[in-house]
């Protein structure tokens, strides 16, 4: 699972001050989300446009029909068998930029760590995204955990190396190839 994630804004990451420079071009840049992003929070998300790859502002979380809240992710496994998941995984498919995300020790520490790529400073997940009442949303795709998450989790982000992002979102035959290979090892940091 994927509950909470991060952007960072510092200089030296390029990937993501230029992604933040277009959405605040394109959006009020009050709101953009940075730092903490937290599910229904508005936040950056990489799609095809005129095909090219383009940051919009769209708000993390499918409606949860059957009860209050938002589904926050779609399962890799069962993504193309789900009713909601089905037809964006064709048609939708979208990069969450981010410099790593949370996950929380289940025991009684309750301890919060922040993962990360040990070598990039970005994070690319994969997504997708529909609209629901004129309202713009995604969700993140999430995937077996591998070594470096399973003492803390047993899902992780299905995560796009740099060079897979336009794949992803643009050939929905690698996209589905992405989508059950095996993620890449994370660095963990307690916070």
């Known amino acids: 699972m994927c509950g909470r994630y991060v952007i960072f804004t510092k200089q030296e990451n390029r990937e993501i001050i230029n992604i933040m420079n277009?959405?605040?071009?394109k959006y009020n840049p009050e709101e953009a989300r940075t730092g903490e992003?937290?599910?229904t929070n508005k936040a950056p998300i990489l799609i095809s446009e005129n095909d090219q790859i383009t940051p919009v502002l769209y708000s993390w979380g499918f409606p949860n029909f059957k009860n209050k809240g938002v589904i926050i992710n779609a399962r890799a496994e069962t993504a193309e068998e789900k009713r909601m998941f089905r037809e964006s995984l064709i048609l939708r498919r979208c990069v969450i930029p981010s410099t790593g995300f949370f996950e929380w020790k289940k025991d009684a520490s309750?301890?919060?760590y922040l993962f990360t790529l040990t070598e990039e400073k970005t994070l690319y997940m994969a997504g997708l995204y529909n609209e629901f009442n004129g309202e713009s949303r995604f969700v993140i795709l999430?995937?077996?955990?591998?070594?470096?998450?399973?003492?803390?989790?047993?899902?992780?982000?299905?995560?796009l190396n740099g060079?897979?992002?336009?794949?992803?979102?643009?050939d929905t035959s690698q996209a589905?190839?992405?989508?059950?290979?095996?993620?890449?090892?994370?660095?963990?940091?307690a916070v």
Do not use: C, Y
């Open 110 to 112: 309750k301890q919060k």
């Open 176 to 189: 589905l190839e992405i989508l059950h290979g095996a993620p890449p090892m994370l660095m963990k940091t």
């Open 142 to 159: 999430t995937t077996a955990a591998n070594p470096s998450m399973t003492e803390v989790h047993d899902r992780m982000p299905v995560i």
């Open 37 to 39: 992003i937290f599910p």
């Open 163 to 170: 060079d897979k992002l336009k794949s992803w979102i643009s």
């Open 22 to 25: 277009e959405i605040n071009i």
